[in-house]
C-alpha cells in the first residue's frame, strides 16, 4: 500500500501565495501522475492541477495563469504553487496520484487527507 501525505495549506489574504506539497510514500511504485482537486461546501471535487510522469501538465480553467504544479521525482513529491489566491479558491485541496504497483500488476488511485485553503477577501 502508499499513501498520500499533503502540507502547506493554511489562511491567506487574497492576492497572496501559498505552496501545497504532497509526497508519496510505502509500497514499491510507479508514478504515473499526481495532481491536486479541490472541493468547496456544497460543491463537486474539481481538478486544479495534474502533472503526468513526463511532465505534461493539465489546469482547470479557474487558476490558468495563477498555480504551477511542479515535481521532483526523487522525493516523489508534487507541488502547487498558488499565486494571487481569490476569495472563490477557499476550499479543503486533495492531492490525487495514480500509482503503479509492480506487486500487484495494476495501478491504484489513492488521494490525500486534504488541507484546507481559506482566502480571506
Known amino acids: 500500500q502508499a499513501q498520500l501525505v499533503e502540507s502547506g495549506g493554511g489562511l491567506v489574504q487574497a492576492g497572496g501565495s501559498l505552496r501545497l506539497s504532497c509526497t508519496a510514500s510505502g509500497s514499491i511504485f510507479t508514478i504515473q501522475h499526481m495532481g491536486w482537486y479541490r472541493q468547496a461546501p456544497g460543491n463537486q471535487r474539481d481538478l486544479v492541477a495534474d502533472i503526468t510522469s513526463g511532465g505534461s501538465t493539465k489546469y482547470g480553467d479557474s487558476v490558468k495563469g495563477r498555480f504551477t504544479i511542479s515535481r521532483d521525482n526523487a522525493k516523489n513529491t508534487v507541488y502547487l504553487q498558488m499565486n494571487s489566491l481569490r476569495p472563490e479558491d477557499t476550499a479543503v485541496y486533495y492531492c490525487?496520484?495514480?500509482?503503479?504497483?509492480?506487486?500487484?500488476?495494476?495501478?491504484?488511485?489513492?488521494w490525500g487527507q486534504g488541507t484546507q485553503v481559506t482566502v480571506s477577501s
Open positions: 490525487n496520484a495514480a500509482l503503479f504497483i509492480p506487486a500487484a500488476v495494476r495501478t491504484y488511485e489513492y
